[in-house]
Structures are given as C-alpha cells and as structure tokens.
C-alpha cells in the first residue's frame, strides 16, 4: 500500500542532543514536508521540499536542518540549537505544492526532550 | 488577529446530530481544505475547496469566496467522528505555504 510512514512515533531525547526523525513516502510524490504542532496552536511549517536535492525554509526553520538526497525521504534533524523543540512533528508529502493537491500525512512523532 | 479563524473550539454532540464547523479567512485564496486530525495524532485529507460544494458520504464542505468562509457539515454523526478538523487556506500567489487554523474539537457521544 501506499502512504507516508514517520517513525518513530515517540521519541525521547536529551537536552542538547541532536535527533532525527525519519519521513519515508512511496507515493512517488515530488513535494515533502515538515510541519510543528503545539497544543492549541496552527500547524507550523518548518521546511518543505519540492524536488531532490532542493529545499525551503517554512516560517519556523530555526534550530531545525533537513536533506533531500532521495524523492522518497526527507529526514528532518532537530539540533540542540531549538531553544523547544518538544512538540509533535508531523512529515507529508503531495504531488506538487499541495496548496492546490491534496497531501497526504504521516502518523507524526512526539519528540519529548528531557 | 488570526487569519484563519475557526468555531467552534470545541464541540460536544449526541450521536445522531446534525453538526457544523465554521472557518473564516481574511485573506485572499486560491484554495481551501478541510483536515482532520484523529486522536492518535494522524492527519487525513478531507476536502480541498476553491470554489461551491463537495459532499464525500456524511460530510459536506461548503466555501463562500466573496464572505472569505467556509463550513464543513457532519451529517447523522457518529462517535467515530470525534476528532479535530483542522481548516487550511492557500493564499492567491503562495506556493504550498498554507495558513492553518487551530482546530475544532469534536466530540461525538453515544
């Protein structure tokens, strides 16, 4: 089948220490993204991606880093210069920009830090 | 102010209710969708709206372009409903960066 899968779903971490949650798609979509939710908040965008080895920074890119080396993946690393980076982080991916598309979400990862 | 405005925040229904959820934007947009959010975290693509009415079983969105609103309609609801439904907007000349709302949360009782 295909779909988006994030893994893992929780994540524990220390203060300090760089982490990376993983966003795999097989849906042959060229556009990726990283959103941040907080409770009672908007999803935020974090970095988007529309083709391989390109990305953008979203409105909320500080202390975050991400490659692009292959259509289907799109790690994103959450470095110890996030000054909060506790939060639900949810990865999707759409056809294009996925404004005008629909997109499709993966199961997300709540990152506590500790 | 937001620019995506959504009401309720918070929604309790009996099983069976008719049930409306409201988003209101302030800026001009090529296109709007409805999301929801089940309690596990996980997002689902409702519906994606530039213009009139779409209907997917239960659920109906509606948009209204020129009062800049939109409503997304349960009917015969279903504690299986319960979630947050999340409106998104695409505004004119953006390229994917889109605008959420915070959610309405819904619950559904039986």
């Known amino acids: 089948d295909g779909g988006i899968t994030q893994s893992p779903k929780y994540l524990f971490r220390k203060e300090g220490q760089n982490v990376t949650l993983s966003c795999e798609q097989n849906?042959?979509?060229?556009?990726m993204y990283w959103y941040r939710q907080d409770p009672g908040q908007g999803l935020r965008l974090i970095y988007y991606?529309?083709?391989?080895?390109?990305?953008q920074k979203g409105d909320i890119a500080e202390g975050y880093s991400v490659s692009r080396e292959k259509k289907e993946s799109f790690p994103l690393t959450v470095t110890s210069a996030q000054k909060n980076p506790t939060a639900f982080y949810l990865c999707?991916?759409?056809?294009?920009?996925?404004?005008?598309?629909?997109?499709?979400f993966g199961q997300g990862t709540r990152l506590t830090v500790v | 102010k937001n620019e995506v405005e959504q009401s309720p925040q918070n929604l309790t229904a009996q099983e069976g209710e008719f049930i409306t959820i409201n988003c209101s934007y302030s800026?001009?947009?090529?296109?709007l969708h409805w999301l929801q959010q089940h309690p596990g975290g996980g997002i689902v693509s409702l519906f994606m709206?530039?213009?009139g009415k779409k209907k997917h079983g239960r659920l109906i969105a509606t948009i209204n372009i020129q009062e800049k609103h939109s409503s997304l309609h349960i009917t015969a609801s279903h504690p299986r409903d319960s979630a947050v439904y999340i409106c998104?907007?695409?505004?004119?000349?953006?390229?994917?960066?889109?605008?959420f709302g915070k959610g309405t949360k819904l619950s559904v009782k039986p």
């Open positions: 999707a991916s759409s056809i294009w920009y996925w404004g005008s598309t629909e997109a499709f």
């Open positions: 849906l042959n979509h060229d556009a």
């Open positions: 991606s529309q083709i391989v080895n390109d990305f």
């Open positions: 800026v001009g947009i090529s296109a």
């Open positions: 709206l530039s213009s």
């Open positions: 998104a907007v695409l505004s004119g000349g953006s390229q994917g960066n889109l605008i």
